[in-house]
């Protein structure tokens, strides 16, 4: 089997869903019960599928035959439109059984957001008629910074109007979900020079989704390259995202929701192999003078320190979702409604990351020197946490939070606010 960084350009491309064997979810309580049932028999292979980086298509194709991909589609156009708090929920539950499985789905939804907010009504009518289906949208990451280009966000993939018609050309990386995606949504800069999203479908020529991702954590996102060369493009399949640039909304902020539920899910496990490992196989230390680890007094107060901040990270986490729901509710977000967005997620990411960190990191600590051997793969908890919580770094969400209360400096609109 080819390592990672050996692989050449994958040419798998995911089943087709069957319309037929696809549920439609009706509500937040059908998906959290989903949800709830899909980590059930995610949780049972996580560990083996870390180990041995194994893919998982089948889980995948669970996961498309669950309905949770169109729980956020509108209710007018047949979808659950669950609450912000039931899909960050959602991603607890999923990232806590597998969380590299869990962040998969994270791009789908948010081009879903984006798809809600600038996409045309036949454009929404065919792309989420897609989705109830069952099929699953990846996404082409960001680009690597280009030498003529001052800052990351000049990028050279293009969208060209050309005698056969629209063509996309462009490398990205940290592609989650693209080589299991039945669409695979690039950003690009069109002939005007402005931003626009190319929903490009999987099969598409002159598309490559390579497997080059060799993280140590989050070892089965297949988070790799993408690469469009002259790739054929339907003008429906565009949608105009530079009219996002000055129109407050809830893109971000669902984006960044999602993100700080996936650690939430990282700390739920660390926390719950932790409270395992002491009571099966821990032993007291030898001066303690006790029987069992889990008499421990030290040991009982760091589980009790765990399960505040554990506990603490979860309540700030649905508050955010809450608080993006009341904000979804009123008859237009305007700029501060969506300032309010991003402080209230700033807030739970802060949080989430740190528990995820010091959840999985406190894990070995409190277990012993057993805990560390490869048989048992502990050490993926703190390998996911690491991986993730590089995603976005808390420093700028302090700062933000920071400017906002202190000069009520709104935060920057982009995907990572």
């Not at 690597?144 to 050309?169: F, M, P, V, Y």
Request: proline share 6%; net charge negative; hydrophobic share 40%.
């Amino acid at each position: 089997m080819p390592t990672p960084e050996s692989s050449s350009p994958v040419s798998r491309l995911p089943r087709p869903p069957d319309p037929a064997r696809v549920r439609r979810i009706a509500d937040d309580a059908e998906a959290l019960a989903a949800a709830y049932t899909l980590a059930a028999a995610f949780a049972a292979g996580a560990a083996e599928r870390d180990r041995q980086r194994r893919l998982p298509w089948a889980e995948l194709d669970l996961w498309s035959e669950s309905g949770l991909g169109g729980i956020t589609v509108p209710r007018e156009y047949g979808g659950a439109d669950v609450s912000f708090a039931t899909l960050a929920e959602v991603f607890v539950i999923l990232c806590e059984a597998d969380p590299a499985l869990g962040q998969i789905p994270q791009n789908h939804f948010g081009v879903l957001g984006l798809l809600r907010e600038v996409g045309m009504p036949a454009q929404k009518a065919r792309l989420y008629g897609e989705v109830l289906a069952g099929k699953r949208l990846g996404n082409a990451g960001p680009e690597r910074r280009s030498a003529n280009a001052k800052t990351i966000l000049q990028g050279t993939t293009r969208l060209s109007a050309t005698s056969d018609g629209l063509r996309l050309d462009g490398r990205r990386f940290y592609s989650t979900g693209a080589l299991f995606a039945h669409r695979v949504p690039a950003r690009a800069t069109d002939d005007e020079g402005r931003a626009v999203q190319v929903w490009v479908p999987r099969d598409a020529p002159g598309l490559s989704v390579i497997d080059d991702w060799s993280s140590f954590g989050q070892r089965t996102t297949a988070s790799g390259t993408v690469t469009f060369d002259q790739v054929p493009v339907d003008p429906q399949d565009v949608l105009p995202i530079w009219q996002l640039a000055d129109r407050p909304g809830l893109f971000g902020p669902a984006s960044q929701l999602i993100q700080a539920a996936i650690d939430q899910g990282i700390a739920q496990a660390a926390v719950a192999d932790t409270l395992r490992f002491v009571r099966e196989r821990a032993r007291p230390w030898v001066d303690s003078g006790l029987e069992h680890a889990t008499d421990d007094p030290y040991i009982i107060a760091d589980v009790g320190r765990l399960q505040i901040d554990l506990h603490a990270a979860h309540e700030v986490l649905q508050e955010a979702g809450h608080t993006l729901d009341a904000i979804a509710a009123q008859p237009i977000v305007d700029t501060e409604a969506s300032a309010r967005a991003s402080v209230a997620v700033a807030e739970a990411k802060v949080l989430t990351t740190r528990i995820a960190l010091e959840a999985s990191e406190k894990l070995f600590e409190l277990a012993g020197s057993a805990s560390t051997r490869a048989a048992h793969n502990l050490d993926r908890h703190w390998r996911n946490a690491r991986t993730h919580t590089l995603h976005d770094p808390v420093r700028w969400k302090l700062h933000l939070l920071g400017n906002y209360h202190l000069n009520h400096v709104l935060p920057a609109r982009h995907s990572w606010n």
